[in-house]
């Protein structure tokens, strides 16, 4: 069966960007219809406005009950990454194993070719290397190729990200202002989509049965400072908060989960210069040796210089040029040529 390049499934949450994005494809003479992932296994006000704002533009809607795949993929690994005392990147892993490739699996159930998301990012082919590549948006301060890094050239065919040459956010707003609808002012979301206020602890206490244990801080030596109330209440670089007073400004620098421990040490042992990580993926190169690239740690870090390389087992070796602070196990690793995504893998 040959699939309709003119329709095209889109993610829909009926924020701003998602309606932006809808309105764009439509203009360029796309069939579009929109898909919602119910996450929580029942009906919440973000469905409601995606629904309301779908009929405003009579836009058909799927409304999809992920709940119990969503919890397997993504909130159980995030619940596991923190009681090892890592610190977990869902949005990455969502878009890994969730969003897009439940996207894709849908689109071919309606015949559509396409799928497309509110990202800021751009896909482009490149015909010299023949392949396709992800390039940072035109509104470089709202680009998220750091979330991307994951998709592959099977994937990447079939998906439009309309926002990539938009100028800016305020554009995007006008836009959706111009069509009548209720939204436009709607705020940006800062915050992790099934933990609606932030608080990552209480989700955990809520939805496992899990005790943290206390333990001990340590120094660098392994002298004991005090007691901690539990690795998951801790982060790489994290001061404040810590229940402890040692005279001088202290900063978790490691997490260790066999030992049940916390070590605590001064700012400048939380830099370091070399970096490795696992599960690495990139988007159209194949690593051979060492390539030179411009780095993030973490997604709102700027990207540094360094220099990438092979090790065993799928292990990637990164070395800056300058030490980067608190490049936290979980947390991404993403991989640039100047505006062009590379790729990525996670910190170990």
Request: glycine share 6%.
């Amino acid at each position: 069966m040959d699939l309709d390049k003119k329709k095209v499934l889109i993610g829909f949450s009926g924020g701003v960007d998602s309606t932006a994005s809808a309105i764009l494809l439509r203009e360029r003479g796309f069939d579009v219809h929109g898909i919602f992932f119910n996450v929580f296994g029942k009906e919440t006000d973000t469905q409601k406005r995606a629904q309301a704002v779908a009929r405003k533009l009579e836009m058909p809607l799927i409304t999809l009950d992920i709940s119990k795949y969503f919890k397997q993929k993504i909130m159980d690994y995030f619940y596991e990454e923190y009681t090892k005392g890592r610190t977990p990147n869902p949005c990455v892993q969502c878009n890994k194993h969730v969003k897009f490739s439940l996207m894709l699996e849908q689109a071919r159930k309606i015949n559509a070719y396409f799928i497309a998301t509110g990202h800021y990012a751009r896909i482009q082919f490149d015909e010299s290397i023949n392949k396709y590549i992800i390039r940072k948006p035109a509104a470089l301060y709202k680009d998220q190729t750091y979330m991307l890094y994951n998709l592959n050239q099977d994937m990447l065919k079939h998906i439009i990200l309309p926002l990539g040459d938009m100028i800016s956010k305020d554009k995007v707003r006008e836009m959706v202002s111009l069509h009548d609808l209720p939204n436009a002012q709607t705020k940006d979301s800062q915050e992790i989509c099934f933990i609606q206020d932030d608080d990552y602890i209480r989700f955990i206490r809520e939805n496992y049965d899990y005790k943290p244990q206390k333990g001990n801080f340590i120094d660098i030596k392994g002298s004991i400072l005090g007691t901690h109330s539990g690795i998951i209440n801790y982060t790489i670089g994290q001061r404040k908060g810590l229940g402890i007073a040692l005279g001088k400004p202290a900063y978790v620098t490691h997490i260790d989960s066999e030992n049940n421990t916390v070590t605590l040490g001064n700012n400048e042992e939380l830099f370091t210069d070399t970096v490795f990580s696992k599960d690495n993926n990139f988007i159209h190169i194949s690593l051979n040796g060492a390539i030179e690239a411009q780095v993030k740690i973490r997604y709102s870090a700027k990207p540094a210089k360094a220099i990438v390389s092979a090790e065993k087992n799928g292990i990637l070796k990164t070395v800056f040029n300058t030490p980067q602070r608190a490049a936290t196990p979980g947390q991404s690793i993403v991989f640039y040529d100047n505006d062009i995504l590379l790729g990525g893998g996670t910190i170990l």
